[in-house]
């Protein structure tokens, strides 16, 4: 990881470090109950602007009455007419069991937030 990517992360989520245990640590407790990984981090918005609509986003996760555990995730965006891979703060949001009102959220979340994707982990699916 980057130096400027570590710092972004972690600015954007506190002091703390995620480390590659980390997430087994996550699959472990989280893997068989389903989840979606989504941010609101966009490679045309302002540094100011993605630490503001990532705020946000915490906020409406936490108001829904869920958790989240932050990552980091890659996306591919149009950027000047070119695609590029961007690391980006993200969020894992446990589904406690309710999924499919977790899935109907984070679709909103995402569309909110310009997301071109949602990345769902649900059981049999």
Same mark, same amino acid.
């Given at each position: 990881?980057?130096? %400027? ?6 600015? $954007? *989520? !506190? ?17 068989? &109950? &389903? ?5 609101? /981090?966009? %490679?045309?918005?302002?540094? %100011? ?8 986003? +915490? $906020? ?7 958790? *989240?555990?932050?990552?980091? !995730?890659? !996306?591919?965006? =149009?950027?000047?007419? =070119?695609?590029?891979?961007? $690391? ?6 446990? %589904? ?7 899935? =109907? =959220? $984070?679709?909103? /979340?995402?569309? +909110? ?13």
């Amino acid at each position: 990881m980057s130096m %400027g990517l570590a710092r972004q992360l972690q600015e $954007a *989520f !506190g002091a703390g470090r995620i480390l590659e245990a980390s997430l087994g640590r996550i699959w472990q407790h989280h893997g068989k &109950g &389903g989840f979606v990984i989504l941010t609101a /981090w966009r %490679g045309d918005k302002t540094e %100011g602007e993605n630490r503001v609509n990532l705020k946000a986003l +915490k $906020a409406l996760i936490r108001a829904a009455g869920y958790g *989240f555990v932050p990552v980091e !995730g890659v !996306g591919q965006e =149009k950027v000047d007419g =070119k695609i590029v891979q961007a $690391a980006e703060p993200s969020l894992l949001v446990p %589904g406690r069991g309710d999924m499919a009102n977790l899935r =109907k =959220k $984070a679709r909103v /979340w995402g569309k +909110k937030y310009e997301q071109f994707a949602v990345l769902v982990h649900e059981i049999n699916h």
